[in-house]
Structure formats: structure tokens, C-alpha cells
């Protein structure tokens, strides 16, 4: 029986200068991670971006604690946007509040005059409302609903929400859990007992046994002479 392949999806995040790029803001910094199946391949895309002249706003450098000294020496997205699209391939892009994150890097991209990213945009925020309609679907209250330790999750980060996202999908969707299909694995299953010789003999079935009214005379009469035997009790009701 042949392995159907397995699915590859990157888990992907940004942080960046503030809430608006229609203002102006920029990204300055993206993780991504490659998800094959139900497990991490070990790949990882991690780069900081210098946004200049763009700085960062105070309310965002209170979330992620990254500042602009942080950030002068980073490369820019016309540096590192080869890499990066080679890394995500054409893989699903699993995104928490995607229209967010791609609106920065659309925007990136715009600025250089590329093309729209064109992957599939899968955004596990609207996926977890609607599994769990009125449960709080932030990243941290699916890390604390499906056991995924987030307690290096003291600011945000692009690689750490990256790595958090992709096993909080997988059990989201519950690929962690084994999906077999039963005709296949019946047929296998068959195919591998049959073929073991454990020499063993194996006996027919004899059927219901009736006492013979010899036998049963002589069970009342054993019976008989037990005071409150449990037979008598069942017999009286």
C-alpha cells in the first residue's frame, strides 16, 4: 500500500512598526515555519527589517519590544524577499488574523512592484471561531485549550508566534490524531495475521449443551438439601 504524501504548510508571522500600513507602517519582522503533515521539518525562516525612515510606535515596541536601535543594522524587505518567497514555496500560508500580516506583506511587495502573494491564505483565527463559536480564539487561549506550552511567550515574536501557531493548527484541525481508513487498514491487517502460522489447532463449537432429565432430577435433589441456597431464591422468583 502506497503512502499518500504528505502535506506541507508554512505557519507564518509578523510583527512591525504599528497597526496601519495604509499609514505607513512597516514590517519589521517575519517567522515562518514548515509544517509536513502533523510535524515541525526542523526549516525555519527568521529575518528582522529595517523599516526606515518609518520608526516604531510606542504602543508597538510595548507588545513585541522591538526598537529601532534593535533594527538599524537589519537588512530590508528588497534584501531578503528572494529568500523568503523561496522559502514558503507554494505551500498553504497558515496565518492567525491573516488579513492582517498580509496586508503588511502585500504592501512590501507592492512597493517594489512584485506580485500579490499568491499562496493560499488559511486563517487559523476565523478556522478556530468557527470550530468553537464563543470560545476566545486569540493565540493564547488556543496554546491554554490544546496544551501548548506558550511560557516563553513573554512578548510577542515572530518565530516563537510562528512556532506556537503551527502546533496549535495541528491540533486544531486534529492532525495529530491518526486518520486511518478503516477498508485499507482491515485488508492490511488481515493480510498480516494470515500469513503468521502460530500452529495452533482450533476446536468447532459444540453448540448449546441440554441436561439430560437424569441430570436435572439430580440437580433439584442436590439443591433440595442446601438451606436458602442462591438456586432456590432464583427458582422462587
Same mark, same amino acid.
Given at each position: 500500500?502506497?503512502? /499518500?504524501?504528505?502535506k506541507?504548510?508554512?505557519?507564518?508571522?509578523?510583527?512591525?512598526?504599528?497597526? *496601519?500600513?495604509?499609514d505607513?507602517?512597516?514590517?519589521?519582522?517575519?517567522? +515562518?515555519?514548515? =509544517?509536513?503533515?502533523?510535524?515541525?521539518?526542523?526549516?525555519?525562516?527568521?529575518?528582522?527589517?529595517?523599516?526606515?525612515?518609518?520608526?516604531?510606535?510606542? !504602543?508597538?515596541? +510595548? =507588545?513585541?519590544?522591538?526598537s529601532?536601535?534593535?533594527?538599524?543594522?537589519?537588512?530590508?524587505?528588497?534584501?531578503?524577499?528572494h529568500?523568503?518567497?523561496?522559502?514558503?514555496?507554494?505551500?498553504?500560508?497558515?496565518?492567525?488574523?491573516?488579513s492582517?500580516?498580509?496586508?503588511?506583506?502585500?504592501?512590501? #511587495? +507592492?512597493?517594489? %512592484?512584485?506580485?500579490?502573494?499568491q499562496?493560499?491564505i488559511? !486563517?487559523?483565527?476565523?478556522?478556530?471561531?468557527?470550530?468553537?463559536?464563543?470560545?476566545?480564539?486569540?493565540?493564547?487561549?488556543? #496554546?491554554?485549550?490544546?496544551?501548548?506550552?506558550?511560557? !516563553?511567550?513573554?512578548?510577542?515574536?515572530?518565530?516563537?508566534? /510562528?512556532?506556537?501557531?503551527?502546533?496549535?493548527? =495541528? &491540533?486544531?484541525?486534529?492532525?495529530? &490524531?491518526?486518520n486511518? !481508513?478503516?477498508a485499507?487498514?482491515?485488508?492490511?491487517?488481515?493480510?498480516i495475521?494470515? $500469513?503468521?502460522?502460530?500452529?495452533?489447532i482450533?476446536?468447532? *463449537?459444540?453448540?448449546?449443551?441440554?441436561?439430560?432429565? %437424569?441430570?436435572?432430577?439430580?440437580?433439584? &435433589?442436590?439443591? $433440595?438439601?442446601?438451606?436458602d $441456597?442462591?438456586?432456590?431464591?432464583?427458582?422462587?422468583?
Open positions: 500500500m502506497s503512502e /499518500a504524501p504528505q506541507r504548510f508554512i505557519a507564518l508571522d509578523t510583527e512591525t512598526t504599528g497597526l *496601519s500600513y495604509q505607513g507602517d512597516r514590517v519589521i519582522e517575519i517567522g +515562518a515555519v514548515e =509544517v509536513i503533515g502533523n510535524l515541525e521539518s526542523g526549516r525555519r525562516y527568521h529575518t528582522y527589517l529595517n523599516p526606515y525612515p518609518r520608526q516604531v510606535h510606542p !504602543d508597538a515596541f +510595548a =507588545v513585541h519590544g522591538i529601532d536601535e534593535m533594527l538599524k543594522d537589519a537588512p530590508r524587505f528588497r534584501d531578503i524577499y529568500d523568503f518567497f523561496e522559502f514558503i514555496g507554494d505551500a498553504p500560508l497558515v496565518i492567525h488574523n491573516a492582517f500580516d498580509m496586508g503588511f506583506l502585500n504592501e512590501e #511587495c +507592492a512597493r517594489l %512592484s512584485l506580485k500579490p502573494i499562496n493560499e488559511i !486563517d487559523s483565527l476565523r478556522v478556530a471561531r468557527e470550530k468553537e463559536p464563543g470560545k476566545k480564539a486569540s493565540l493564547d487561549h488556543l #496554546c491554554l485549550r490544546y496544551g501548548v506550552d506558550n511560557t !516563553d511567550r513573554t512578548l510577542h515574536g515572530a518565530l516563537i508566534d /510562528a512556532t506556537l501557531l503551527a502546533r496549535v493548527y =495541528v &491540533k486544531l484541525m486534529g492532525l495529530d &490524531k491518526l486511518l !481508513d478503516v485499507e487498514e482491515a485488508t492490511e491487517i488481515e493480510a495475521t494470515s $500469513s503468521v502460522n502460530h500452529n495452533r482450533f476446536r468447532p *463449537s459444540r453448540g448449546a449443551i441440554q441436561p439430560t432429565p %437424569s441430570e436435572l432430577a439430580a440437580h433439584q &435433589k442436590f439443591i $433440595s438439601g442446601i438451606k $441456597s442462591v438456586w432456590g431464591i432464583f427458582q422462587q422468583n
